[in-house]
C-alpha cells in the first residue's frame, strides 16, 4: 500500500501519511512524532502500528529532516499547524496528536496553540512546562532560548539555571541508578516553572491523555502529569482528560520493543513483561481514547 510523503519545501511539514485497509476510525487521523533523538524512523513505526489497527497515521518529523532544524533551538511549531491544515483539507473531521517525550511536550504546546485544528492530544511521558533548548552535540548542550517557536516568535520557558550541561551529576547519578536518568535537571522546572512557559492545556480544543510510568527515570513524566491534570481541573476543562499511571514500564513508554528500553531498569529483568504488557495495554487505552473524540 503507498502511502502520501510531505515534504516541508513543497508542503510545510515532512511526514508520510499511513491509510488502514479498512478505516475503524472515519473521519480522524493521527499525527505522531518521537522525541529526542529526532528518529523520524520511530514515527513511522508507531504510524504502522496505529495503521494496522484501522487508524489512519500521519508520522511526521519536526527535526532533523531536509528543511527542518538540527537541534531542539526555536523547533517551529508552524510545521504540526501546516499538517493539520492538511489533513483538514482532505477531509478528515478530526486532528489528533500523539507525542512521546520531547515529543509529548510539543504535542501539548501545539494542542494549546492550535485550537480548532487540534481536536484531542495524547501525551506520553508528558512535560508540563516548555522547555529551555539544547543540540546533540558531543553530548547534550544546553542553549539560551526556547525549544520552540511559532510564526517566528521564541515561546516562552522554563531555563534549567545552568550555564552548561551538569554532565558529573548525571553521570553519577544514572551510574548510581543503573540506568540513563535526568530526573534530577528537569524536576525544578516542572515543580517550579515560569508562569508565562507552564503549558496552557486549558486552551487545547478537545480531549487530553496523558501516559506515564511509575519507573520513569528519565524526567519527571509523573509529577508533570499531576501538574497538568491540576491545571486542568483549575481551569474547569470543558472536555474529558485522563491520566493513565503505570506500575511498570520506561520512558521509553512505545507499544513495540525498542533496543534501547534495555538501558532502563522499568522495562528489563522482572520488569521486562509486566512493562510490556503495560505499554501494550496503553495502546488499547489510547485507540478506546481515539473513539470518544
Known sequence: MENDAFRVKTDGFHGELFRPAQDNYPGKVLICFGGSDGNFGLAKQLARIFQTCGLTTLALAYVMEEGL????????????????????????????????????????????????????????????????????????????????????????????????????????????????????????????????A????????????????????????????EKIMERLQAHGFAYPYQHLCYDCGSHLFVPMELRAAKFFRGDRGKNREPGRKARMDSLEKTLAFVKTW
Not at 501525551?123 to 508540563?128: F, G, L, N, R, T
Request: glycine letters at 8%.
Open 69 to 196: 532544524p538540527d537541534r531542539f533551538f526555536h523547533v517551529p511549531v508552524d510545521t504540526l499547524e501546516a499538517a493539520a491544515k492538511r489533513l483538514h483539507e482532505m477531509g478528515c473531521e478530526k486532528v489528533g496528536l500523539w507525542g512521546i517525550s520531547k515529543g509529548a511536550e510539543l504535542a501539548l504546546t501545539a494542542g494549546s496553540l492550535l485550537p480548532g485544528l487540534v481536536n484531542a492530544v495524547t501525551a506520553v511521558a508528558p512535560m508540563s512546562t516548555v522547555c529551555q533548548g539544547f543540540e546533540m552535540k558531543k553530548g547534550v548542550v544546553l542553549l539560551t532560548g526556547s525549544s520552540w517557536s511559532f510564526h517566528g516568535r521564541e515561546l516562552p520557558y522554563t531555563p534549567f539555571g545552568l550555564e552548561k550541561t551538569p554532565y558529573g551529576r548525571i553521570i553519577w547519578k544514572s551510574l548510581k541508578a543503573r540506568e540513563v536518568t535526568m530526573f534530577d535537571l528537569y524536576l525544578p522546572v516542572v515543580e517550579h516553572p515560569a508562569p508565562e
Open 198 to 225: 507552564a503549558i496552557k492545556v486549558e486552551n487545547i480544543t478537545g480531549p487530553i491523555l496523558l501516559i506515564s510510568s511509575k519507573q520513569d527515570t528519565m524526567w519527571p513524566s509523573g509529577p508533570a502529569a
